[in-house]
Antibody, heavy 120, light 108 residues
Framework: QVQLLESGGGLVKPGGSLRLSCAASGFTFSDFYMSWIRQAPGRGLEWISYISSSGSTIYQADSVKGRFTISRDNAKNSLYLQMNSLRVEDTAVYYC?????????????WGQGTLVTVSS | DIQMTQSPSSLSASVGDRVTITCRASQNINNYLNWYQQKPGNAPKLLIYAASSLQSGVPSRFSGSGSGTDFTLTISSLQPEDFATYYCQQSYSTLSITFGQGTRLEIK
């Protein structure tokens, strides 16, 4: 079945860096756009970045632009989020989610999430 | 950014009740509206896409309607497993996807 499994979360100091990974299985990863979406503790959902199926097109929300970079390795069926210059307000559960063959903003399924805590 | 406003923010209901959750967009989004269900400790799950299309595997007691700026999610007969938080999400502005703040559905 279709599965997404995030990893790489943890505790990091403000200004630090972290790289999240999302391992995909059960579908042809290279056919689909992918996104990262985050959820601060007890808060709502915030979409932060997408990448095209080939990796040639990416987009980041203003809240992370210039600090976070999305990438993918289709040979490894993996999605990544490089997070630099982390701030306390970046503390959240980070989910990867599958979109469609074109960016539609319809996310299904989602991974189980990985928690990133930014604190001194 | 397009703002999505859900009402109510929380709701108490009983098993068997019919429940309606409303989502309003700050501008016309045609039918680019999706609904998700999130249970505590779990990832969101897609229920409804394109305002009224039921995602495969989702029980038929869930339905969605609306177009333009006003949308509704209806659960025709609440089941114990339906108590969760529900989010609407617009995909009209593909460079700025936004979610509603969520509606927490609790057992009365």
């Amino acid at each position: 079945q279709v599965q997404l499994l995030e990893s790489g979360g943890g505790l990091v100091k403000p200004g630090g860096s972290l790289r999240l990974s999302c391992a995909a299985s059960g579908f042809t990863f290279s056919d689909f756009y992918m996104s990262w979406i985050r959820q601060a503790p007890g808060r709502g959902l915030e979409w932060i970045s997408y990448i095209s199926s080939s990796g040639s097109t990416i987009y980041q929300a203003d809240s992370v632009k210039g600090r976070f970079t999305i990438s993918r390795d289709n040979a490894k069926n993996s999605l990544y989020l490089q997070m630099n210059s982390l701030r306390v307000e970046d503390t959240a559960v980070y989910y990867c989610a599958r979109d469609g063959a074109f960016f539609s903003g319809m996310f299904d399924p989602w991974g189980q999430g990985t928690l990133v805590t930014v604190s001194s | 950014d397009i703002q999505m406003t859900q009402s109510p923010s929380s709701l108490s209901a009983s098993v068997g009740d019919r429940v309606t959750i409303t989502c309003r967009a700050s501008q016309n989004i045609n039918n680019y509206l999706n609904w998700y269900q999130q249970k505590p400790g779990n990832a969101p799950k897609l229920l409804i896409y394109a305002a009224s299309s039921l995602q495969s595997g989702v029980p038929s007691r869930f339905s969605g309607s609306g177009s333009g700026t006003d949308f509704t999610l209806t659960i025709s007969s609440l089941q114990p497993e339906d108590f969760a938080t529900y989010y609407c999400q617009q995909s009209y502005s593909t460079l700025s996807i936004t979610f509603g703040q969520g509606t927490r559905l609790e057992i009365k």
